[in-house]
């Protein structure tokens, strides 16, 4: 099993400090069949292995998102910081999000080596700061997103409201705010994250206190309620209100502007839901509301899946957010021509030069819409 990766994330198995205990598999063990033991269930089982290519697979696996991840939100900072500056509240929530993209991409290198060996090789020290890294970036990837999405809500459905209070300096306020909520969620992680040496191998793995399993249940509803429960509520209903107004926008960029409101809601809950939905199951086990040898398999490898799935969401946040939005194209196009000689690729955003207001329309239409469409774009 990816067991480096589902600790992180999952909080791992639940062990008693006191009494022995087995975790999962190793992805690159030969043997076709294991013995598990399930504290929270006080059961053996027989599970049988991942396949042999899983044992190359998740290495190269993060090894792509790595880079992908890194150059993606890297080029996004580099644009907004070195050509654009920073001048909108929108610009700080999307430099931000980069920022909180690559603090979670820093970790996959770590859990590269971790898959290879099957060992942690790094240090105590590291164990813990890798592992508050992964939840620091976790946790604010999903705040950054939530905030760009109420600042969306306010450029577009409360546009006059939206002109006072929609300031950089908000932004700023905003974000650091967010940050903290973020370092103070990842402390379990920083607190209870250490280095293990068990049967010969040593771990990163947590190591909650007591023998019950209630920083467990904790840890997994912390990642329900902070990360998914809520970014998801305050997203549906701030999209919601966008598409009613945007319907009544009557613009050639309204369409372009749906499908990217239609996106950004269904990455999110795509590569987002089925996780959550596993550490809510993987809760009911702790709770022993789930208490068969076969589910417990099954959520195991449901687990493998949906934290495969969760991780390509970083590297999706920099084409969602920044190269999909017309203006950020538009910039960067202008970086790239400034500082390269590949023109042609910004060949087909030359009009936003020649762009022109339509003066058959009033002033407060015509800045209105264009504020609406651009809020999303």
């Given amino acids: 099993m990816d067991e480096d990766l589902r600790s992180l994330l999952a909080g ?69 910081t070195v050509f654009k500056k920073i001048r909108a509240m929108t610009d700080v929530y999307l430099l931000n999000l980069a920022i909180s993209d690559l603090v979670f991409v820093f970790s996959l290198p770590f859990l590269t080596q971790y898959s290879l060996v099957n060992q942690w090789t790094f240090g105590n020290a590291m164990c813990k700061i890798v592992s508050s890294a992964y939840f620091i970036g976790f946790y604010s990837s999903s705040f950054f997103i939530t905030i760009m999405s109420i600042d969306r809500y306010l450029a577009i459905v409360h546009s006059v409201y939206a002109l006072q209070i929609r300031t950089t300096t908000h932004g700023i306020i905003a974000s650091l705010a967010l940050w903290a909520v973020a370092i103070l969620a990842s402390v379990p992680g920083l607190v209870f994250f250490r280095e293990v040496d068990d ?120 084409i969602i957010y920044a190269f999909v939005g017309e203006k950020f194209k538009k910039y960067l196009c202008e970086a790239f021509g400034k500082y390269t000689h590949f023109l042609l690729i910004c060949k087909g955003h030359s009009a936003f030069n020649r762009r022109n207001t339509d003066r058959h329309a009033s002033l407060y239409t015509a800045s209105s819409q264009s504020s609406f469409v651009g809020s999303v774009l």
């Fill in 12 to 80: 791992g198995k639940q062990e008693d400090l006191t009494v022995d205990y087995h975790l999962s598999p190793a992805v690159n063990s030969s043997a076709p069949y294991y013995n598990m033991y399930y504290p929270e269930l006080d059961i053996d089982c027989e599970f049988e292995s991942i396949p042999a290519f899983a044992s190359s697979f998740f290495p190269v696996l993060y090894s792509i998102l790595f880079v992908v991840g890194l150059m993606g939100n890297a080029l996004v900072v580099w644009v907004l």
């Fill in 199 to 318: 049967d010969n191998r040593t771990q990163c793995i947590p190591h909650y206190p007591g023998s019950g399993n209630g920083w467990k249940v904790f840890s997994n509803s912390e990642v329900n309620i902070l990360g998914w429960l809520f970014p998801v509520s305050i997203l549906i209903f701030c999209y919601h209100n966008i598409l009613r107004n945007l319907q009544r926008c009557h613009t050639q960029n309204k369409y372009k502007a749906m499908k990217l409101v239609f996106i950004v809601v269904i990455v999110f809950f795509l590569f987002w839901t089925p996780i959550n939905i596993v550490l809510f199951l993987d809760s009911m086990r702790s709770l022993h509301i789930i208490d068969d040898c076969q589910t417990s398999q099954r959520l195991d490898l449901a687990m493998e899946l949906a934290e495969m799935l969760s991780l390509v969401h970083c590297c999706l946040n920099p």
